[in-house]
Structure formats: C-alpha cells, structure tokens
Nanobody, 130 residues
Framework: QVELVESGGGLVQAGGPLRLSCAVS????????IGWFRQAPGKEREGISC????????YYADSVRGRLTMSSDNAKNMVYLQIYKLKPEDTAVYYC???????????????????????WGQGTQVTVSS
C-alpha cells in the first residue's frame, strides 16, 4: 500500500506562488501514475496534472497548463506542485493520488482523470485571498 501525505497549503495572496509537496511512502511503491487533484467547495474533484511512471512524462489539464509545474524527486520519494500567479479560484483542497488502474492507457480517459486513481492522500487546503 502506498501512503501519501500532502503539505504546503495555507492562506496565500492572489498573484503569489505556492509549492505543495506530497511525500510517498510504503512497503511497495507499486503504481503506474501519480497525480495532483483539487476540489473546490461545491465542485467535483478535478484532475490537474500527473506523471506517468513508464516514461516520466508530465501531463497537465488545459485549465491549468502554463500556470503550474509538477515535478518529482525519486531519490526522496517526493512529488511537488508549483503553482504560479495564484487566483482566488485556485482555492480548493489539493490532493495527490496514485493509480494502478488497468484503464490508465486505454485511451478512454485523460491520464489525470480522478476516476483512474484509487489511492489518495488526506489533502491540503489552499485558500487564495484577493
């Protein structure tokens, strides 16, 4: 089982940057993809980025492309999400999650579709003030 612990959230001003971290641990780090997701109040959980293990490529949702960077440090078992130019609409709980779904490469879903992910961290709250 993979354990995920997010950190780095808080109250931040609009326009500023923020880096979220996800610590990955467990007896068996068996997953095919790791992603970042967010859920704003009253909205569905949204996939925003992911890294595929097979080729280490990173994918971003159109809604956030160009405003954030996802990276990983395999030696430290850490995954990061750097968000630039924060907006009030970025206010949400941010989660990292891993996928072992057999449908990951089926072509039926974007790689960062939350439905493909079955192991979730507890989330970290990000609140952006205007």
């Amino acid at each position: 089982q993979v354990e995920l612990v997010e950190s780095g959230g808080g109250l931040v001003q609009a326009g500023g940057p923020l880096r979220l971290s996800c610590a990955v641990s467990g007896s068996s780090l068996d997953y095919s993809a790791i992603g970042w997701f967010r859920q704003a109040p009253g909205k569905e959980r949204e996939g925003i980025s992911c890294i595929l293990r097979r080729d280490s490529k990173t994918y971003y949702a159109d809604s956030v492309r160009g405003r954030l960077t996802m990276s990983s440090d395999n030696a430290k078992n850490m995954v990061y999400l750097q968000i630039y130019k924060l907006k009030p609409e970025d206010t949400a709980v941010y989660y990292c999650a891993t996928s072992r779904s057999p449908n990951l490469y089926s072509g039926m879903y974007y790689y960062y579709d939350p439905r493909l992910y079955d192991n979730w961290g507890q989330g970290t709250q990000v609140t952006v003030s205007s």
